[in-house]
């Protein structure tokens, strides 16, 4: 695995070799989910890119330290400091408290992150539960404060080049942030937010500045450093993030230490899911959530395998039609694969690979030591692609190559692909053609009468009782389940995407 790893770093807007503050771990920071409901498609894209990151990282050698923060207080319905605290406002609409409801959510983010075989993070650290750090740290950078009705702001003149990541800290970006009378500068932020006079909120603390709540930009600064050091390696997050809510991380950091540090040496950020079709969104009730393509019959993985088609600085456009090509090559990759684990049969490797997936623990040197000696062309040229950025569109198609190529025996084929998934993170060692039959939340047949209507139509077929066979086809389609005769995949239904 020579190829050195390259990532673009959004800070300095250029590609760099990546070289670890500690040779031993690296450090990783991302920014997670606020809980007040499930999580967007295109808030689970930037946990794609980040567990491939992470993944890539330790297929060159190294171990991590990933750090993902939940969000249960501060984050506004702006970005900026503008409106209600999403939380307040989910628990309000709800009838309950907040506590439930980042609970619950909080909850059902983890088994979407299981669902796409996302791994969890080294640390999982939640915004209410590192108040008092808060506290603590808006002490020692209080002097680049000032204090309004409102709350503790901070003075975003107060240290150098801010707003370089977003690369510009006036125009669009600060058209972006709200007005808030008295504000010393318009990209000026709130670090402490004081509770309304006469008002008590579900969540907040007292402090030096009265009754309320941290900033939102605040939480990661301060967990961050707590749990990775005041610079540590890398720093992800949505490309939206690069505008307002990471230059004020910057900012906040900055004078932390006096303005000799930024948080992260390589600051990265993944682009927008982007649907033509304009069915995202929950209100149209279109592919909004994992649930809902789950809903309509699509394995999470092919969402997977889709974020992986298209490279993660790229928008990466989204729609019936894109999803569905997931899930064929999908269908296509685990079929060859499961033909070969056939063929093969069981290998002792293989227990080294479960013990890994059930998170017992095997490092990934151990599992590629494990997988034995293979074949240098093939993973070279795989490790050419994922060390230059993370590119796994062009690492897909050699993943496939390997998989059809019958000039190389099926155990190597198959320790090939084993070792090569160790990055893509599809789980191709464990998922079968059977468990990619998702069934439509609205089908009226399960998986055990759809086979047994579709051996009832080869049946017909074969006594040329047409009738009989058109009937049965009517019904399933009628179930949502397209038949697929003379599938080249050898897959006899599919479930309609429509």
């Excluded at 923060?69 to 400091?81: C, E, F, M, W």
């Excluded at 808060?134 to 003075?155: N, R, V, W």
């Excluded at 893509?424 to 089908?443: E, F, I, W, Y």
Aim: proline share 5%.
């Amino acid at each position: 695995m020579s190829a050195p790893l390259t990532l673009f770093n959004s800070l300095t807007r250029s590609l760099e070799v990546f070289t670890p503050i500690d040779p031993k771990m690296v450090r990783l920071y991302s920014c997670g989910p606020t809980v007040y409901n499930f999580a967007h498609l295109g808030n689970l894209r930037a946990y794609v890119f980040t567990d491939t990151l992470r993944r890539v990282l330790n297929w060159k050698g190294y171990a991590v330290t990933h750090v993902i923060n939940i969000t249960d207080v501060g984050h506004l319905t702006s970005d900026a400091d503008a409106g209600e605290d999403k939380m307040e406002r989910a628990a309000s609409a709800a009838g309950k408290t907040i506590w439930d409801i980042a609970a619950f959510f909080t909850a059902a983010f983890k088994a979407d992150l299981k669902a796409l075989n996302i791994r969890e993070p080294t640390i999982w650290s939640t915004a209410t539960d590192h108040v008092q750090d808060m506290i603590a740290f808006t002490q020692a950078i209080e002097k680049h404060t000032y204090p309004l009705e409102s709350g503790l702001y901070f003075d975003t003149t107060s240290v150098p080049d801010y707003g370089r990541l977003a690369g510009s800290a006036t125009d669009e970006t600060v058209g972006r942030i709200a007005e808030v009378e008295g504000k010393r500068h318009p990209a000026d932020f709130a670090v402490w937010r004081k509770s309304p006079a006469g008002e008590t909120r579900q969540m907040e603390w007292e402090s030096p500045w009265g009754p309320g709540a941290p900033g939102w930009h605040l939480e990661c600064s301060v967990m961050s450093m707590k749990y990775l050091g005041q610079q540590f390696d890398i720093h992800t997050g949505g490309i939206d993030h690069r505008e307002i809510h990471h230059p004020n991380e910057i900012a906040q950091n900055q004078a932390f230490t006096g303005c000799q540090e930024t948080g992260a040496n390589i600051w990265m950020h993944n682009n927008f899911l982007v649907d033509r079709g304009a069915k995202m969104s929950k209100s149209s009730g279109g592919f909004s959530t994992l649930a809902s393509i789950v809903e309509r019959g699509v394995h999470p993985l092919a969402y997977r395998l889709l974020c992986l088609s298209a490279h993660y600085r790229s928008e990466l456009d989204f729609s019936a039609d894109s999803l569905g090509a997931a899930l064929t090559r999908l269908k296509r990759l685990v079929g060859q694969v499961e033909k070969l684990r056939a063929e093969v049969g069981p290998q002792p490797w293989m227990a080294v690979l479960d013990q890994a997936r059930d998170g017992k623990g095997a490092s990934y040197r151990w599992q590629l030591e494990a997988l034995g000696e293979l074949p240098p062309a093939p993973l070279a040229a795989f490790d050419d692609a994922i060390a230059a950025d993370l590119n796994l569109p062009r690492a897909l198609p050699l993943v496939e190559e390997v998989a059809s190529d019958r000039t190389i025996p099926a155990g190597t084929r198959l320790r090939l692909v084993a070792a090569m998934d160790l990055a893509l993170g599809l789980d191709l060692m464990h998922v079968t053609r059977a468990a990619l039959r998702v069934r439509p939340g609205q089908a009226a047949l399960d998986a055990a009468a759809i086979e047994e209507r579709l051996a009832g139509r080869k049946e017909a077929r074969a006594a040329k009782d047409f009738a009989r066979s058109d009937a049965i086809r009517d019904e399933l389609n009628a179930a949502g389940v397209e038949i697929m005769d003379g599938d080249p995949l050898g897959w006899d239904w599919r479930v309609d995407l429509a």
